[in-house]
């Protein structure tokens, strides 16, 4: 009589069926996060390039009041600013923000609160200034946004370098980040040798 098909015949054709399948199931995972991870690189290279120009002209009008000294309204004879106070809301683009690391995202983010954080500060100094010239008012206003241009220098290093991007090339010579930190530094010297003489 014929023998029957043995055990590891009969099993044999399951175990492999089962192994192509998990094999088959991991490879569609795996080319399903392929798929993603290149999704979410271009995503996150997109959110750099829309937001890093944005930041590059926020950094720009931050630069702006940076230099302004105000002038004269010839009908008041008060100095008033040149320059328009610099605005960024980040709410209002369109791009993956999942796709950049939470702390960029955050500061990002931040930055409405840390402009109007800025105003408040420059406001409460003009409320005890004097006119015509407002220098204090004026001195906080320069202040202020070299602070934030520095601040919004930094993310967007972090943003671009997270996203591997080229640095953009220099057209022409102009370094915001030595502006900054002159103007923060030679402010801070004045109001330190100005409570010192006031204290004597």
Same mark, same amino acid.
């Given at each position: 009589?014929?023998?029957g098909p043995s055990f590891i015949q009969t099993v044999t054709p399951a175990i492999i069926g089962l192994i192509g399948v =998990?094999?088959?199931g991991a490879l569609t995972t795996w080319r399903e996060r392929s798929t993603e991870k290149r999704i979410e690189i271009k995503d996150?290279? @997109?959110l750099a390039a829309v937001? =890093?120009?944005e930041l590059?002209?926020?950094i720009a009008a931050c630069n702006e009041v940076v230099q302004d000294d105000g002038e004269t309204n010839p009908d008041t =004879?008060?100095?008033e600013e040149t320059t328009a106070t610099p605005t960024f809301d980040p709410s209002k683009y369109d791009v993956e923000w999942r796709s950049i690391h939470e702390k960029i995202m955050f500061d990002i983010h931040d930055l409405p609160y840390q402009i109007s954080f800025s105003n408040g500060a420059i406001r409460a100094v003009g409320e005890h200034d004097s006119p015509p010239d407002f220098s204090d008012w004026f001195q906080e206003r320069q202040y202020q946004y070299a602070r934030l241009g520095l601040h919004c220098l930094d993310i967007l290093e972090r943003l671009r370098g997270s996203a591997k991007l080229v640095p953009r090339p220099k057209t022409y010579e102009w370094n915001p980040r030595q502006i900054f930190q002159d103007k923060i530094e030679a402010i801070? @010297?004045?109001k330190a040798e100005s409570q010192g003489s006031g204290s004597t």
């Open positions: 009589m014929a023998n =998990g094999v088959g996150a290279a @997109l937001i =890093g120009g590059d002209g926020f =004879g008060f100095w801070e @010297l004045r």
